[in-house]
């Protein structure tokens, strides 16, 4: 039975629609393991980040427990220090009284003015802050008659936790006044959370909502993408968010969404988690970290680009190898044709062969006969070449020692007619005193000359002269005809240099084929419409090393 070799053209085809298919396999496993990664790390970070956040806010909430009573106190006083006094004195002496042996002095006073604008404090950075985004809280104390106290908050410009009273000054009902504490023993703990969330630099923003029963909004802003003191708009705008994520965020809920910021091309990703106060049963916290996920779409893309690239090089692999399996095709339907050709024509050349040595030794030769036989030979030399390609892999032919003359001879003997009929005359040169010994087998070395005459037969002009000479170890055939344009490409399988001459462009193949299996060493020059094909033979003995 006979065993099936696949092409090296299906191989290699096979390999690269493998290496496609194992390609996109891997881009899709690649994309997606790089986006589980980017997830499970930003989970990671963002439960880090919320526990810390939590252990902060635990014990921000312990202390305002057990300050808000004191700081009620206080602010009792500053309202009797201030009773039948203008709004516009100096606050540094009361001041001086709250604050009495305390380090750091953690109180403050504000005193707005009609429209809620702080106009006279003892904290300077808060001097004309607009306050009147709690003006429903204040109202609403107003309405129930009690000193409002306020759960802490953050101020991101001062990275500082302040606890608020607020009430109506009495003497005029349209100003507040205000008393602050600052949570400063917290700032240790605070530290080690702002350095936690810088650490990680694709976090944009962090920071969690403290949302209580009453409608009270508690913002503790850890991180912004810009440092900077909050606008009333942007307080406001953030109140809102902090009312709309507790009203859709269910507790122990873990939400994500992707967004664009106008104003910057990259992604964004913010996280939410909402989870019930650890010290207020009617209040609720909101976390919420913002991560810029531009590193993420830069590496997915670069991976997009690659996965690209080698696409299209693959595809681009494919159609060249479609393209030389074609050609591969219909060279060995080239060959499948030569190779039926080889036992469809031996029969009836057999035949040809006997009948015209019949018919001649009858009725003698004549000029049709030797036409016959001069067409015979072309066709025997053409039968030879198709055999020899046929048979050349699956046989060893016999290494000989040959009289290279001799077989010159024998060679040009057998070419004579064939060159009579088309007109031309072959003559040969010795040069050689001795007799040359070159060690190949007989039949490729008439494969090599046969295929030599006949190809300066057929390019030859009519009426020229071929010459076969032998000069030391060299072989050269010359004949006069058209400049040979590509001296490589001649030798090249099913390539001939005249279309409109008949033949296979086997003949030179061949040759080439015999010259690279002995080392024999080829030369084509084309000058002065002469064409001289030299072989130099390296795998000879010959006899006149001296001469």
């Known amino acids: ?162 606890s608020y009273t607020d009430s109506f000054l009495s003497s005029d009902n349209k100003r507040v006044l205000q008393v602050s504490f600052t949570y400063d023993s917290l700032k240790k703990e605070l530290s080690k959370l702002k350095r936690l969330i810088d650490s990680n630099i694709d976090i944009k923003s962090s920071n969690a909502f403290i949302v209580y029963n009453d409608g009270y909004i508690g913002d503790f802003i850890f991180k912004l993408s810009k440092q900077h003191k909050l606008t009333l708009e942007e307080i406001e705008e953030r109140i809102k968010k902090g009312k709309k994520l507790s009203k859709y965020i269910n ?27 650890p010290i207020f049963d009617d209040a609720k916290v909101v976390y919420s970290i913002v991560f810029d996920e531009s590193k993420y779409r830069k590496e997915l893309q670069n991976l997009n680009i690659i996965t690209i690239i080698i696409s299209i090089l693959g595809m681009l692999t494919i159609y060249i190898i479609y393209k030389v399996r074609y050609k591969e095709s219909l060279l060995n339907y080239k060959d499948k044709f030569i190779e039926h050709s080889v036992h469809e024509i031996k029969t009836p050349l057999s035949i040809i062969s006997l009948n015209i ?16 036989e001069g067409a015979l030979k072309i066709l025997e030399n053409a039968y ?94 010359q004949s006069s005809g058209n400049k040979i344009k590509n001296m490589k490409d001649i030798f090249k399988k099913y390539v001939r240099e005249n279309s409109n001459l008949g033949g296979h462009g086997l003949g030179l193949a061949i040759v080439k ?22 072989y130099t033979f390296n795998c000879h003995n010959y006899d006149t090393r001296k001469l």
């Not at 507790?251 to 106060?277: H, R, V, W």
């Not at 024999?520 to 001289?532: A, D, R, Y």
Request: glycine letters at 0%; proline letters at 2%.
């Open 1 to 162: 039975m006979k065993r099936f070799i696949p092409k090296s053209s299906t191989l290699l085809f096979l390999t690269i629609l493998m290496f496609l298919i194992f390609s996109f396999v891997s881009y899709t496993l690649l994309s997606k393991n790089l986006s589980d990664n980017y997830k499970k790390n930003q989970e990671i970070i963002f439960y880090k980040i919320q526990k810390k956040t939590n252990d902060l806010l635990t014990k921000l909430f312990y202390e305002f427990l057990k300050e808000k009573d004191i700081l009620l106190q206080k602010h009792k006083e500053v309202l009797a220090y201030l009773e039948n006094k203008s709004f516009d004195i100096s606050l540094k002496d009361i001041n001086e009284i709250l604050n009495k042996n305390l380090p750091n002095k953690p109180y403050n006073i504000y005193i707005t003015d009609e429209n809620l604008v702080i106009k006279n404090t003892t904290y300077p950075p808060d001097l004309n802050l607009d306050l009147s985004f709690a003006k429903e809280i204040f109202y609403k104390h107003k309405k129930n008659n009690i000193i409002g106290v306020s759960a802490p908050i953050f101020e991101i410009y001062s990275s500082t936790f302040f």
């Open 357 to 372: 040595q019949l018919r001649n030794k009858i009725l003698g030769e004549d000029k049709y006969s030797k036409k016959i």
């Open 251 to 277: 507790e122990n809920e873990y939400l994500t969404s992707n967004f664009k910021i106008n104003s910057d091309s990259n992604d964004y990703k913010i996280a939410y988690l909402s989870e019930k106060s």
């Open 384 to 477: 030879e070449d198709m055999t020899f390609l046929h048979t050349k892999e699956k046989i060893d032919y016999k290494i000989e020692s040959l009289d290279l003359e001799n077989c010159i001879k024998n060679r040009i003997k057998f070419f004579e007619t064939i060159a009579q009929i088309q007109n031309r005359t072959i003559q040969l040169e010795s040069h050689v005193s001795n007799k040359i010994n070159i060690k190949m087998s007989k039949i490729e070395l008439y494969r090599l000359v046969d295929n030599n005459l006949s190809n300066a037969i057929k390019y030859s002009k009519i009426g020229s002269i071929i010459k076969v000479i032998i000069k030391d170890n060299k072989l050269k055939f």
């Open 513 to 534: 084929d015999i010259c690279d299996k002995y080392k024999i060493i080829i030369s084509v020059e084309s000058k002065n419409s002469l064409n001289t094909f030299s």
